[in-house]
């Protein structure tokens, strides 16, 4: 089992810059791949970046390509994604997610973490 834990979300002025973590224990010899999704209240959960556990291959949706980077800390087995210049439309709970194989869709994602919540004031 598989357990995620995001941090570093907070109120952040447009333009601003933050940085969250997706920190992951547990037992997992399946999962390849992990992402970050957001969602707001009444929308689908939506892809934001995806990069592949053993380095190297990342992924991102055309809003934010540029803007945010994914990386992660092997030692401290912890996924980061930097976001700069952020924008109110980026006002959403951010999730970070694994899953068996690569792939966009928030379905093919096993493992979640609780969120946490990035709120950007105009």
């Known amino acids: 089992q598989v357990q995620l834990v995001e941090s570093g979300g907070g109120l952040v002025q447009t333009g601003g810059s933050l940085r969250l973590s997706c920190a992951a224990s547990?037992?997992?010899?399946?999962?390849?791949?992990i992402g970050w999704f957001r969602q707001t209240p009444g929308k689908e959960r939506e892809f934001v970046a995806a990069?592949?556990?053993?380095?190297?291959?990342?992924a991102y949706v055309d809003a934010v390509e540029g803007r945010f980077t994914i990386s992660k800390h092997n030692a401290k087995n912890t996924v980061h994604l930097q976001m700069t210049s952020l924008t109110p439309e980026n006002t959403a709970v951010y999730y970070c997610?694994?899953?068996?194989?690569?792939?966009?869709?928030?379905?093919?994602?096993?493992?979640w973490g609780q969120g946490t919540q990035v709120t950007v004031s105009s």
């Open positions: 997610a694994a899953a068996l194989g690569p792939g966009r869709n928030h379905r093919k994602y096993k493992f």
């Open positions: 990069m592949a556990k053993t380095g190297g291959l990342t």
């Open positions: 547990g037992r997992d010899s399946s999962t390849t791949t």
